[in-house]
């Protein structure tokens, strides 16, 4: 009876299986499987194929009188097909004539055929092949589990090991258990892995090194070192992959210390590294700490022939590069003569991006003038460290032209660099263009819009990566939750919340940005609730607590968590220094403040920029000018939030030319002016009575600044046309104003009417004030202008209306 006929519609066209078929007869020609290459003469064909498949079309085209076709010379040839460069069509037609010669279930032939389109990445067809050839062999299992496992398909390995286990009479064998192993480590599937390994010990107690390599490696990528080295040093044999699977565990665990240790171990038993071993010991060695060591394995390689792999030579210089010794890096660069590897050349130039962008450049423009293209990981680091949109479009440019726009790890970058330096269209563009997203796209796109203030956009492209089949995981949880921000993101903010819980059951490992979310939402009550119910407190979740006190206004809650912090033992860091400045300004104790400054100087904290901008505003507020001064001198590249705290000290203690002064410099430092520093301005104008200087500065808000005046804005014109007595330029200008003035103007002018005694003008804005919302200083700055013109019965009839005002008790810093 003849086999069943394959059910391959992806792998045989339907007029090549009717060719096949067509006639049984003894004269009839059999397809020649040449017909699948390219229309040269036949011995020109035959000179590119290797010699199994050569050997084989030639054997097949005399006929099959001149040679017998055994399964080997098929199983053969389709393994040849696998490395060699030969079409898929052709081993598709080799199949066929397998089929055709009633080979197709033969195990040797079937496992062939599994093995070489899985590695083609056509794995259902490869699947369609096993479930047509010998389910009976353990051969054709084995080849269809490593397919799986080749393809990312960790669950449907472990599946089909379960199937062949439970449900055919084949036994597993050391291939088998290396197979299901890896897809447990694939996969992290700790407990199926255990389970294997006990099958392994009933089955084979002395199962060969192949296998307990297997299960080193399954223990170590499910994160148990421990079980992991406990098998190693069970082994009787180690041969170098032994060796080499437990070094690349501690260098994943980031275990530097013990993967050296291991490694001298391994010399001194007598096992000779290779290449694998080199690269995953010196990516242990990739730290500052850690040169010394780097050097010793560098060493170890020169008396091998290590050193003439490029590889490795990547390894070094990315290693060295890492580590911060680039001139160790260059030299290694150097050694390798004329270089014409562009991974090494690539592998040297990200090295130097990350210390040197100027010379990374340069390298480029050299490398290029060779005739060489970088690499996506060159590309990719150079993005990472260009700050400069200029010098990002040419490269930009430079990756439409090498063919590297669509690769995920470029695309994810270049759509970053826009973002840091400010340009979210042509990032968001970048990201749109990108045919193919993984997480890191998703979550950098995200965090590009929530560091420049755009939360809707930054859900609405988190909402499409959940669309898209994406998990949010807790790095891209951490943007979203920063781009809920203030009180109109409190429902957000939840939402992500218990998004967070649904999916992971818990968030501890993001409790401290959910801190964060609810203090800057307001909602303070939620943020010391998780606070209180997070267990194991570190240094992160106390400083996110602090800040949202701090921020909220909860200056003696703040103090509190401080000194407990300080008690246990915490170090403090820059965002806990910076906060309790702060809270020191605003409750006027700059003693404690000079504290934490003698602290920050000692630990090397003051150069951070929120430590030193809190000095100044510390110092600004307190009326220590000096001081404050002192301090803005020494930050390098103050923003303008520092700026604003020394021009807003300068004119609240009266030295309002000195403010301008500043302003000046703030502007011929090319740092652009936000609302709050122009109020500061404004008011320094009011108090030194430069009436022409301030609306200078008024006027050019819109037109040179581009900032929009506000309600504060046109309150300080009104105070400063009123401190200087123009009280009917004031009035004009407040029914000038494009929008309505609030009772805070009207507030405004009215004082300066009681200033200069300006009766008429006074009454005129006490109906005005009638008409909103009556508050305590009102009233009492009514009653004096009506004392001061002698209008008692006014005064009296003001006190009468007082009666039903609740007024607001006075407070001292004192």
């Given at each position: 009876m003849p086999p069943p006929r394959p059910r391959l519609p992806a792998l045989v066209p339907p007029a090549t299986a009717r060719s096949l078929c067509a006639s049984s007869a003894p004269a009839a020609r059999a397809h020649h499987p040449l017909d699948g290459m390219p229309r040269r003469g036949a011995v020109d064909r035959l000179a590119h194929l290797p010699f199994a498949l050569a050997d084989f079309v030639r054997a097949r085209a005399a006929g099959p009188e001149a040679s017998a076709h055994c399964r080997f010379s098929y199983g053969n040839s389709l393994a040849a097909c696998s490395t060699s460069t030969a079409p898929l069509a052709f081993a598709e037609q080799l199949y066929c004539a397998a089929w055709k010669d009633g080979l197709s279930r033969d195990a040797y032939v079937c496992s062939a055929v599994v093995d070489l389109l899985s590695k083609q990445g056509r794995l259902q067809d490869a699947l369609r092949a096993f479930e047509d050839g010998n389910r009976g062999s353990v051969v054709c299992w084995n080849a269809a589990i490593s397919g799986a496992v080749r393809n990312g398909e960790h669950a449907l390995g472990v599946k089909m090991f379960r199937d062949m286990v439970t449900g055919s009479s084949c036994e597993p064998n050391s291939f088998t258990y290396s197979g299901a192993l890896s897809a447990c480590a694939a996969g992290a599937e700790l407990g199926i892995g255990r389970a294997v390994h006990g099958m392994v010990l009933r089955r084979d107690p002395e199962y060969d090194v192949f296998v307990g390599t297997s299960i080193i490696n399954m223990y170590m990528k499910c994160g148990e070192m421990g079980a992991a080295m406990n098998e190693f040093w069970r082994m009787p044999i180690r041969n170098v992959v032994s060796w080499t699977t437990a070094i690349a565990g501690f260098?994943?665990?980031?275990?530097?210390?013990?993967?050296?240790?291991?490694?001298?171990?391994?010399?001194?038993?007598?096992?000779?590294?290779?290449?694998?071993?080199?690269?995953?010991?010196?990516?242990?060695?990739?730290?500052?700490?850690m040169i010394r060591e780097a050097n010793q394995v560098h060493?170890?390689?020169?008396?091998?022939?290590?050193?003439?792999?490029?590889?490795?030579?990547?390894?070094?210089?990315?290693?060295?590069?890492?580590?911060?010794?680039?001139?160790?890096?260059?030299?290694?660069?150097?050694?390798?003569?004329?270089?014409?590897?562009?991974?090494?050349?690539?592998?040297?130039?990200?090295?130097?991006s990350s210390h040197n962008l100027q010379r990374s450049?340069?390298?480029?423009?050299?490398?290029?003038?060779?005739?060489?293209?970088?690499?996506?990981?060159?590309?990719?680091?150079?993005?990472?460290?260009?700050?400069?949109?200029?010098?990002?479009?040419?490269?930009?440019?430079?990756?439409?032209?090498?063919?590297?726009?669509?690769?995920?790890?470029?695309?994810?970058?270049?759509?970053?660099?826009?973002?840091?330096?400010?340009?979210?269209?042509?990032?968001?563009?970048?990201?749109e263009e990108m045919q193919e997203r993984d997480q890191v796209s998703w979550t950098s796109m995200v965090a590009g819009f929530a560091t420049h203030g755009h939360s809707l956009e930054a859900f609405q492209v988190f909402r499409n990566m959940i669309v898209d089949g994406f998990t949010p995981d807790d790095v891209s949880l951490r943007p979203i939750l920063s781009a809920c921000n203030k009180p109109e993101c409190l429902l957000k903010g939840r939402e992500v919340h218990a998004h967070a819980l649904r999916v992971f059951g818990g968030t501890k490992s993001i409790n401290h940005c959910l801190v964060s979310m609810y203090s800057k939402c307001q909602d303070v009550e939620?943020?010391?609730?998780?606070?209180?119910?997070?267990?194991?407190?570190?240094?992160?979740?106390l400083s996110s607590m602090i800040s949202g006190y701090a921020i909220n206004g909860y200056s003696e809650e703040a103090i509190s968590l401080f000194q407990l912090m300080l008690t246990t033992g915490f170090q403090i860091d820059r965002f806990v220094c910076s906060s309790i400045i702060s809270i020191c300004a605003d409750m006027a104790r700059p003693f404690y403040g000079k504290l934490l400054h003698g602290y920050a100087a000692k630990v090397g904290i003051l150069s951070d920029l929120s430590v030193s901008s809190s000095l100044v505003k510390l110092y600004s507020k307190s009326g220590i000018l000096d001081d404050s001064r002192k301090v803005f001198d020494e930050i390098s590249a103050p923003d303008v939030v520092t700026w604003t705290?020394?021009?807003?000290?300068?004119?609240?203690?009266?030295?309002?030319?000195?403010?301008?002064?500043m302003f000046d410099l703030m502007i011929r430092c090319g740092?652009?002016?936000?609302?709050?520093?122009?109020?500061?301005?404004?008011?320094?104008?009011?108090?030194?009575?430069l009436v022409e200087e301030g609306l200078k500065h008024f006027n050019s808000m819109r037109t040179v600044y581009g900032v929009?005046?506000?309600?504060?804005?046109?309150?300080?014109?009104?105070?400063?046309?009123?401190?200087?007595?123009?009280?009917a330029e004031a009035k004009s200008f407040i029914e000038s104003m494009p929008v309505k003035p609030d009772l805070m103007v009207w507030s405004t002018l009215l004082a300066a009417c009681r200033v200069h005694d300006d009766a008429v003008l006074g009454r005129f804005v006490e109906n005005k004030i009638r008409e909103e919302n009556y508050d305590s200083g009102c009233f009492a700055t009514l009653s004096n202008i009506r004392a001061n013109s002698g209008d008692w019965e006014g005064v009296m009839e003001i006190r009468k209306s007082v009666k039903d005002v609740k007024k607001e008790p006075g407070w001292s810093m004192l």
């Open positions: 260098v994943q665990e980031e275990d530097a210390a013990s993967a050296m240790l291991l490694l001298r171990e391994m010399v001194w038993s007598g096992v000779a590294i290779n290449k694998y071993t080199a690269t995953s010991i010196l990516l242990a060695c990739a730290q500052m700490c060493g170890m390689i020169m008396k091998t022939e290590l050193y003439l792999d490029h590889v490795v030579k990547e390894a070094l210089i990315s290693t060295y590069a890492s580590a911060g010794a680039i001139h160790l890096c260059e030299k290694v660069f150097q050694e390798v003569g004329t270089v014409s590897n562009r991974s090494i050349w690539s592998a040297f130039i990200s090295g130097v450049i340069l390298l480029l423009k050299r490398m290029l003038c060779q005739g060489l293209k970088p690499n996506d990981k060159c590309y990719a680091s150079l993005f990472s460290f260009v700050d400069s949109i200029e010098i990002g479009k040419q490269l930009h440019s430079l990756v439409i032209k090498d063919g590297f726009v669509q690769a995920v790890l470029v695309g994810s970058a270049l759509s970053t660099m826009y973002s840091r330096c400010n340009d979210l269209k042509d990032s968001y563009k970048v990201f939620s943020a010391r609730r998780i606070f209180n119910a997070t267990q194991c407190k570190d240094q992160v979740m705290s020394i021009i807003d000290g300068y004119a609240q203690h009266g030295s309002s030319q000195d403010a301008l002064v740092v652009k002016p936000d609302p709050v520093v122009l109020v500061s301005v404004l008011s320094a104008c009011g108090r030194n009575g929009e005046p506000m309600l504060h804005h046109y309150c300080c014109m009104v105070d400063l046309l009123g401190r200087s007595g123009r009280l």
